[in-house]
C-alpha cells in the first residue's frame, strides 16, 4: 500500500474510562479510573504488532522505553512522543521516525533543499538543535518539512531524521520531527510529491540557501 519494502508502524494510545469504584487498581482522577491502551499498528494489513496496558496516568512518551525497536522500520508518531533522548535511541537502533514537531522546538538551519510548492511543501531542511539539552539529547541533524495541507487548510511540521546517500542510490533516513496521523514518509525517486494524505520524501539536495521561502532559521 505505503509502497515501501521495509515495515511501516503508527503509534498511538487510546484512554478508556473505567469506574472507580470498580478498577481502584487503575488511578485516572480522583472521580474515576481509566487505562491507557498503547498501540503499535503494522500499516501493511492494519495488524497491532504491540499492545501494552498500563494505568490512565502513564505518558505516552514513556512507552518508547519498551517498545522493540525494528531496524530498518518507519514509525509515525504524533507530538506526544516527541523525547529528543529517546528518539535518538531509536534512531542509534537503526529505525526511521516521523513525529509532528512542538511549537517550542527551537532548531537552527543548516541546509534548505529545493521544494516544489504546487503539491503543498513550503520547506524542506535540514535543521541541528540549540538547546544546551536538547542538542545533548540528539547531536545529529534532523529533517523539518513544513507542509499545507489544502484539505483542511492546516500547516504541518514534521521533524525527520537526516536521509543520507548510499553509493547505491538508495538511501537511509535519519529522521525526528513532525508527522503522525496525516503525514506518513516515504522514500522514493529523487523529488518530493505528495499523494493523498501522505508525504513522500525523496533523498535531500546539499543546497546552502539563505532565509529560503520564509521557513525560519
Known amino acids: 500500500m505505503l509502497g515501501l519494502d521495509a515495515s511501516v508502524y503508527a503509534l498511538d494510545s487510546t484512554t478508556i474510562d473505567l469506574c ?20 503499535l499498528l503494522d500499516l501493511r494489513g492494519a495488524i497491532p504488532a504491540f499492545i501494552h496496558i498500563s494505568d490512565g496516568k502513564l505518558h505516552d512518551v514513556n512507552v518508547l522505553d519498551i517498545l522493540l525497536v525494528e531496524a530498518g522500520s518507519f514509525y509515525i508518531m504524533d507530538r506526544g512522543y516527541m523525547d529528543f533522548a529517546r528518539l535518538y535511541a531509536m534512531h542509534q537502533a537503526g529505525a526511521f521516525f516521523v513525529t509532528r514537531a512542538k511549537q517550542n522546538m527551537d532548531a537552527r538551519r543548516v541546509y534548505s533543499h529545493p521544494v516544489d510548492r504546487a503539491i503543498g511543501i513550503i520547506c524542506d531542511q535540514r535543521v541541528m ?19 499545507h495541507d489544502p484539505e483542511t487548510g492546516k500547516t504541518l511540521v514534521n521533524a525527520l531524521r537526516e536521509i543520507v546517500h548510499r553509493n547505491d542510490n538508495s538511501c537511509t533516513c535519519a529522521s525526528s520531527s513532525a508527522g ?5 514518509a516515504r522514500i522514493t525517486g529523487n523529488r518530493i510529491v505528495r499523494t493523498s494524505r501522505s508525504l513522500i520524501l525523496g533523498p535531500p539536495r546539499r543546497v546552502n540557501l ?8
Open 20 to 39: 472507580l469504584s470498580l478498577f481502584d487498581w487503575a488511578p485516572f482522577r480522583s472521580t474515576k479510573a481509566a487505562i491507557k491502551l498503547h498501540t
Open 129 to 147: 538543535l540549540n538547546g544546551f539539552y536538547s542538542a545533548e539529547n540528539y547531536p545529529e541533524h534532523l529533517r523539518r518539512i513544513r507542509f
Open 180 to 184: 503522525c496521523r496525516n503525514a506518513v
Open 210 to 217: 539563505k532565509n529560503r521561502h520564509g521557513c525560519g532559521g
